[in-house]
Structures are given as C-alpha cells and as structure tokens.
C-alpha cells in the first residue's frame, strides 16, 4: 500500500508546510491555503506556520479624487490599496474610521507586516499637502487596527520615494505621528525617513509608552 502525506515524517511535513504556507508577496511567495483545508490533522500541523512565518504586505499611495466632501470643500484625495489588499475597491477616504473599516482581518494573523507608501513629490505648489490627506488618517487607523489585540508582531514602514518629503519634515512627523501610539506588543521599524522625523516618533512613542506603564502601575 503506498505510503500517503500524513505517513511522512513531521520533518518531511513540516518542510511541504513551509515551502507552501510561508507568503511574502515581495519575494514572490503565494501561500497555498488551500491545503490547510485538506483535513483536520494537517490544518493543527500547518496554521501555525502560516501565521508564524508569513509576511503581510500592504501598499498605500492617495490619489487624486474628484469626491466633493461638502460645499466648502472641493478638493480631496484617497488611498488606493495595493500588495496582499488586491481585493479591496477604489476606496473614497475622508475619515480614519473610513480607513480602518477598509484594513483586512487577515494582516492580524500574522507576525510580520509591511507597509509600503508611496507619497508623490513635493511639487513646487505645495499640494503634496492637499494631496496627502489621507496618509495621516491612514496611519491613525493603522495602530487603532494592529492594538486591537496584543499578538506581537513586527512592523516596517517605508517610503517608497524617500524625497519627497524633502525640505517639509514637519510634514512627516505630522503624517506618521499616528504611529507613535502603536503598543509595545508591535516592533516599528522605519525606512527610508528622514533621521529627525524617526526620532521624532520613536520619542514620542516613548514617552506615551512610559506614561501608560505609570497609569498601569498607579492602577494597581
């Protein structure tokens, strides 16, 4: 009688699970949730490694929008998603809690996630202000959404044009100062930002994480 999948070594099956279930989009890894359905015994055996090992890739760049907020404004941008939210619509942004309604589940499976945001360049205008309405919502969004439990997991977040920013790093740290409120349970690393915007929002975080570690030890 041949020998089936289960009859092969927990090495053997952990390697099959590994080569199938591990998915980082940016090194061209899909994984094949489909055999976590195959049958109880391999979906206890492989979860795991698809949450565990896997990295969850979202990209973020706004968008032009001709949506008309209200009579006093006409202007307006949106985020359009990209990465492992493939799925997700055209998605007209005015509110963090409009955003975090667009944010998928499946990033809080697992531990690692990246975020790529693609800003355009500051043009001689300055719209980059207008047009980036959305980014500072975003990121509001995204730490209400990762501390709504406290797996750990890690976080990057990078510029995909790291100058465009230039010359307005008041504008990056208003931008990302949503991320200063992510909990101790997430590891922010940031990439491609300026020198003084990072240490602007890791102080900050800091400083947040500290006082909440006082209120705690006050409570109890």
Not at 51 to 69: G, N
């Amino acid at each position: 009688m041949p020998a089936g999948f289960l009859d092969l070594s927990a090495e053997l099956r952990n390697q099959v699970y590994h080569d199938a279930l591990v998915h980082d989009r940016e090194e061209g890894k899909i994984a094949t949730v489909a055999l976590l359905r195959a049958n109880r015994q391999i979906h206890n055996e492989a979860h795991g490694v698809l949450h565990a090992q896997s990295t969850f890739l979202i990209s973020v760049s706004p968008i032009k929008s001709r949506h008309r907020i209200n009579k006093m404004v006409g202007a307006a941008s949106s985020l359009k998603f990209g990465g492992d939210c493939l799925a997700l619509p055209y998605y007209r942004t005015t509110t963090s809690e409009r955003v975090l309604r667009a944010l998928p589940q499946a990033m809080l499976k697992v531990s690692k996630i990246k975020v790529r945001i693609q800003v355009p360049e500051l043009s001689r205008r300055g719209s980059i202000e207008v047009l980036n309405q959305p980014i500072d919502r975003f990121t509001a969004a995204l730490w209400r959404h990762l501390n709504s439990d406290q797996q750990k997991r890690q976080l990057e977040v990078t510029l995909v044009n790291e100058g465009c920013y230039a010359g307005s790093r008041s504008q990056i740290a208003d931008d990302f100062i949503g991320l200063a409120f992510l909990g101790s349970h997430v590891d922010l690393k940031l990439q491609l930002f300026d020198e003084e915007a990072v240490e602007h929002v890791q102080s900050l975080r800091k400083a947040i994480l500290d006082t909440s570690k006082e209120t705690i030890t006050e409570m109890y």
